[in-house]
């Protein structure tokens, strides 16, 4: 079984100021990891993964998140928060077969105030 | 443009009535994934077909049912609807589970 934990269902930073979305994942396998986001009336859009490669991974619109193991989590992050990514920002699980079923924490919304 | 398509975007009907929800995947991609997603329990899994085979299935109720046809188009037959059953149904499609998914833009599902 699997699943992801998201922690903080809101959290708000100032433009430029740095993001940090975390996310800790339970897994009896070694995982697939991922971050998604969504934008108001839209389908979820993928972000970054990790695939068992570098733990530190590098995604879309600046964002980045670290594989740790040891503390089973997967943060996002990104440097210097833009207006343009307020959304809302799912981690997801997976196993390493073909099923590829994903499993989904609750969501986070990001506010960036001006 | 994701290239995972869904129609109907939207769709009001009354309770009691059944619809079909269809996705057409990304192209040559083989899975597609059908999720439900409301604000009280966040995006579910509902089932999972590869390459016309069902794959794996999760909180799909009984009265759900889908099949990918053929060509990989896949569609969700949802019947005697409740009020309950109102939520946002995305599809997603992806080449394995590895590599992510790709997301249509949704059928927003009222039942009234």
């Known amino acids: ?114 | 443009d994701s290239g995972v398509t869904q129609t109907p975007k939207h769709l009001i009907t009354a309770t009691g009535q059944r619809v079909t929800l269809r996705c057409s995947p990304r192209s040559g991609d083989l899975s597609v994934y059908w999720y439900q997603q409301s604000l009280d329990q966040g995006l579910q899994f509902l089932i999972q077909y590869y390459n016309g085979e069902e794959r794996a299935k999760g909180n799909i109720l009984e009265r759900f049912s889908a099949q990918q046809f053929p060509d990989l188009h896949s569609e969700l037959n949802l019947s005697s609807l409740e009020l309950g059953d109102s939520a946002l149904y995305f599809c997603a499609s992806s080449v394995q589970g590895g590599y992510g998914y790709t997301f249509g833009s949704g059928t927003r599902l009222t039942v009234v």
């Not at chain 1, 799912?90 to 990001?110: M, P, R, Y």
């Open chain 1, 1 to 114: 079984a699997q699943s992801v934990t998201q922690l903080g269902s809101h959290v708000s930073v100032s433009e430029g100021a740095l993001v940090l979305l975390r996310c800790n994942y339970s897994s009896s396998v070694p995982p697939y990891l991922f971050w998604y986001v969504q934008y108001p009336n839209q389908g979820l859009q993928l972000l970054l993964k990790y695939t068992s490669a570098a733990t530190l991974v590098k995604g879309i619109n600046g964002f980045e998140a670290e594989f740790k193991k040891s503390e089973t989590s997967f943060h996002l992050t990104k440097p210097s928060a833009h207006m343009s990514d307020a959304a809302e920002y799912f981690c997801a699980v997976s196993e390493q077969t073909n099923a590829g079923k994903s499993t989904f924490g609750d969501g986070t919304t990001l506010t960036v105030k001006p």
